[in-house]
C-alpha cells in the first residue's frame, strides 16, 4: 500500500509521496553543498599550490656545492650543519632519513673542531646517551637525578658544538643539537650524500598559494576555513534543514 500524504515515516531510498520526496531532495541538497565545501577546496589547493622552498632550504643549496666538493669554508660548514639541525627538529623526520641526517651532522661537526675537542665530545655523547637509557627504568629519586645530568651533558656538548657551529637566534639549536650526534663520526657515501639533498628538498620545500598566504580573521586562510569556517556551515546546514523541514510538515500536514 503506498504511503499517504501525511504519513511521517520516511524512506530515503523509497520515497512514497511527496513529502518525502522533498524531504530527500533536501536531504540530498545539503549534502551535497557539504560535500562541494570539502573537497572542492581541497581541489582548489591541489590547483592553486606552487612549491615553495623555505629559506633555510634556500642557504644549504647555496653552500651545497662547495660541501660536496670539500672546498666549503667554516662559516659554510656552519650554515651546512645548522641547516641539517633544522630539518632534524621536525616531528615529521622519517627514522632513516633522521638516521641520515644525525650522520651529517655528527661529521661535520667533528671536522670543525680539534682533536681535544673531538674525544670530550665523543665522551659526552657516550654520557647523554647512557643516561638517556636509564632514564627509560628509573625511579622518582633517581630520574630527578638523572635529569640534572642529562641537562649537564648537554650543556657541555652546547659549549663545544653549538659555539663552533654558530648560535641559532631561535635557541632550538641548544635543544636538538645534543641529541642528534653519534659518538662516533663517519663520512657520508656518495649515495647517502644524493638521499640527503633529496631529503632536504622534501622537508623544507612546501605547497603555497593565494589560499595559505591570506591571512583571515588573524589566520591562514586555508586554517580558518577548514577549521572555523566548515564547522559553522555544517552548524548553519543543520539549522536550515530544521527548519525547513518543519515548513514541509506544516505544508503536508505532517503529524508526529
Not at 627504568?137 to 633517581?142: H, Q, T
Not at 637525578?145 to 656538548?157: M, R
Not at 640527503?196 to 612546501?206: C, E, P, Q
Request: glycine share 4%; charged share 20%; with cysteine.
Amino acid at each position: 500500500m503506498e504511503p499517504s500524504d501525511k504519513d511521517y515515516s520516511f524512506s530515503l531510498f523509497k520515497p512514497g509521496n511527496e513529502y518525502n520526496k522533498r524531504n530527500r531532495n533536501l536531504i540530498l541538497t545539503l549534502l551535497s553543498i557539504w560535500v562541494v565545501a570539502i573537497f572542492g577546496f581541497q581541489l582548489l589547493l591541489l590547483a592553486l599550490q606552487k612549491p615553495t622552498p623555505e629559506e633555510t632550504l634556500i642557504k644549504f643549496e647555496s653552500v651545497w656545492e662547495n660541501v660536496i666538493s670539500g672546498n666549503a669554508t667554516e662559516d659554510e660548514k656552519g650554515v651546512y650543519v645548522n641547516s641539517l639541525i633544522a630539518v632534524a627538529g621536525k616531528s615529521s623526520v622519517k627514522t632513516e632519513s633522521k638516521l641520515l641526517l644525525n650522520k651529517a651532522i655528527t661529521y661535520t661537526v667533528f671536522s670543525m673542531i680539534g682533536d681535544s675537542d673531538r674525544t670530550l665530545l665523543t665522551s659526552y655523547i657516550e654520557e647523554l646517551n647512557a643516561t638517556r637509557e636509564k632514564l627509560v627504568k628509573a625511579d622518582d629519586a633517581e630520574y630527578i637525578q638523572l635529569q640534572e645530568q642529562l641537562k649537564g651533558s648537554k650543556a657541555a656538548i652546547n659549549a663545544i658544538a653549538n659555539e663552533t657551529t654558530g648560535k641559532d637566534p631561535s635557541n632550538l639549536k641548544v635543544s636538538i643539537l645534543p641529541y642528534c650526534l653519534n659518538p662516533v663520526s663517519a663520512e657520508l657515501t656518495s649515495e647517502e650524500m644524493k638521499a640527503l639533498h633529496s631529503d632536504m628538498k622534501i622537508y623544507l620545500t612546501h605547497n603555497q598559494s593565494v589560499l595559505t598566504d591570506t591571512i583571515f580573521l588573524g589566520f591562514p586562510f586555508h586554517y580558518f576555513y577548514s577549521s572555523e569556517f566548515l564547522l559553522i556551515l555544517f552548524v548553519g546546514l543543520c539549522l536550515f534543514y530544521s527548519i525547513r523541514i518543519t515548513q514541509l510538515q506544516k505544508k503536508f500536514s505532517i503529524k508526529e
